[in-house]
């Protein structure tokens, strides 16, 4: 069974860094194209970042590019994302979420970790 | 970037209805577009992708259809459980952007 478990989200001052995680089991996260996608409380979707399959080509928008990075780690099964000078308008439930396959959607998600960004 | 518009925002119905979401794109996305739909304190759920394939375990009542720039999610007959926030998303290039929602209240 396809699971993603999402951690790290937390309080944290303006300007200050964290990492989520997301551990996956039931694949393998380096044959699949993945994200992440963060809800702001009271708000839409929107999408944050992308990591491809093989060479891992990474993808982020505009206002969090510079800033995020994301990343996966094969042998932990595990996908990242640093998120570095943060601001109160990155506070937001953060998901991540895998392709499916044959690709063009997202099949499966976690359950999305908060992060709030706040003095 | 490709900017997604959906209409209406907001949409009061009852159940039985049939219900219709819109979901335009500034530019031509082929049919490489998905459906999603979320409750409240939960993650989105995939409804439909590539503008009609039904996800597996998705009810038939659900529909997608469309291709280049304007496509619809229909909801046959609304029931209870159906009263959510819809969003599309586009897959045709990134940064892969969502809609703004539709959220379904009971009337």
């Known amino acids: 069974e396809v699971q993603l478990v999402e951690s790290g989200g937390g309080l944290v001052q303006p300007g200050g860094s964290l990492r989520l995680s997301c551990v996956a089991s039931g694949f393998t996260v380096s044959t699949c194209p993945m994200g992440w996608v963060r809800q702001a409380p009271g708000k839409g979707l929107q999408w944050v970042s992308g990591?491809?399959?093989?060479?891992?080509?990474?993808y982020y928008t505009d206002s969090v590019k510079g800033r995020f990075t994301i990343s996966r780690d094969n042998p932990k099964n595990t996908l990242y994302l640093q998120m570095n000078s943060l601001r109160a308008e990155d506070t937001a439930v953060y998901y991540c979420?895998?392709?499916?396959?044959?690709?063009?959607?997202?099949?499966?998600w976690g359950q999305g970790t908060l992060v709030t960004v706040s003095s | 970037d490709i900017q997604l518009t959906q209409s209406p925002s907001f949409l009061s119905a009852s159940v039985g209805d049939r219900v219709t979401i819109t979901c335009r794109a500034s530019?031509?996305?082929?049919?490489?577009l998905a459906w999603y739909q979320q409750k409240l304190g939960k993650a989105p759920k995939l409804l439909i992708y590539v503008a009609s394939t039904l996800q597996g375990g998705v009810p038939s009542r659900f529909s997608g259809s469309g291709s280049g720039t304007e496509f619809t999610l229909t909801i046959s007959s609304l029931q209870p459980e159906d009263f959510a926030t819809y969003y599309c998303q586009q897959f045709f290039n990134y940064p892969l952007t969502f809609g703004g929602g539709t959220k379904v209240e009971i009337k």
């Open positions: 990591i491809t399959t093989g060479g891992g080509d990474t």
């Open positions: 530019q031509a996305i082929s049919s490489y």
């Open positions: 979420a895998k392709w499916g396959l044959g690709g063009h959607r997202y099949d499966y």
